[in-house]
């Protein structure tokens, strides 16, 4: 988290969208943090997109004339969302995807895994750890709930290095 992932999916697009390609942007239902329908970044640059499910959903909506997809948020998506994405690229699309490569446990999160390993190019944006200021590759859960999805902000996770993320995690098992 606050790596700069949304910010780098919108710049993308924006970019596609100036060399005149059309575009589709997907994200989960369940990701309401700053608008039903909207692509937002920590930084509130936006772009609308469409909702869904299930990565299913983009096949039936992703039409001839798109010739860029982007997904956001996609760690919350199931593993048919590797499928999907092979899918579209097979039909010519250049499809995007952000998410969180692992979850606040430090464990491989939802499809990541297997979207990174048939990726033609996996690129990965770091935070700055909140504790030390080296390149944070965790995202440290503040809150004691463990459900495996919970949306938050800062107030809920905090961008750690791998040492201060173990550090944090050693002196949560002690108390």
Known sequence: MFSGKTEELIRRLRRAQFANQQIAIFKPTLDKRYSDVEVVSHDFHKLTSTPIQAPSEMLEKVGPEVQVVGIDEAQFFDDSLVEVCQTLA???????????????????????????AVAEDVQKVHAICVRCGALANHSHRLSKSQD?????????????????FNAARAEEAAK
């Open 148 to 164: 495996l999805v919970l949306l938050g902000e800062k107030d809920i996770y905090e961008p750690l290095c791998r040492d201060c």
């Open 90 to 116: 097979n039909r010519g699309v250049r499809v995007i995807v952000a998410g969180l490569d692992t979850d606040y446990l430090g464990v491989p999160f939802g499809p990541m895994p297997r979207l990174m």
